[in-house]
């Protein structure tokens, strides 16, 4: 058996290497595109949480000033 290493050998070493790298580049690359986006998504996320808050606050607020409205209703009827 031959072990003599040809300048074919060397091509495709180097061929391959080159591919293995180009990947590993592109997907580091689409590994930063997700984690920007991620983190959109999160801040998003943070505002929609703080805006469902100061609705459950408003609907609270709108929920007392009902039941005050009916005590006085039912005040004025006595």
């Keep these: 058996m031959d072990m003599a290493i040809s300048?074919?050998?060397i091509i495709?070493?180097?061929s391959v290497l080159l591919?293995?790298?180009?990947?590993?580049?592109?997907?580091q690359q689409q590994i930063k595109e997700h984690a920007k986006?991620?983190?959109?998504?999160?801040?998003?996320?943070?505002t929609t949480d703080v805006c469902l808050l100061e609705i459950k606050i408003k609907l609270a607020e709108?929920?007392?000033?009902?039941?005050?409205?009916?005590?006085?209703?039912?005040?004025?009827?006595r």
């Design 7 to 9: 300048a074919g050998n």
């Design 12 to 14: 495709t070493i180097v």
């Design 19 to 27: 591919g293995v790298g180009i990947g590993w580049g592109a997907l």
């Design 37 to 46: 986006l991620l983190a959109e998504h999160e801040a998003q996320l943070h």
């Design 62 to 77: 709108i929920a007392r000033d009902i039941l005050h409205i009916r005590e006085r209703m039912e005040k004025d009827e």
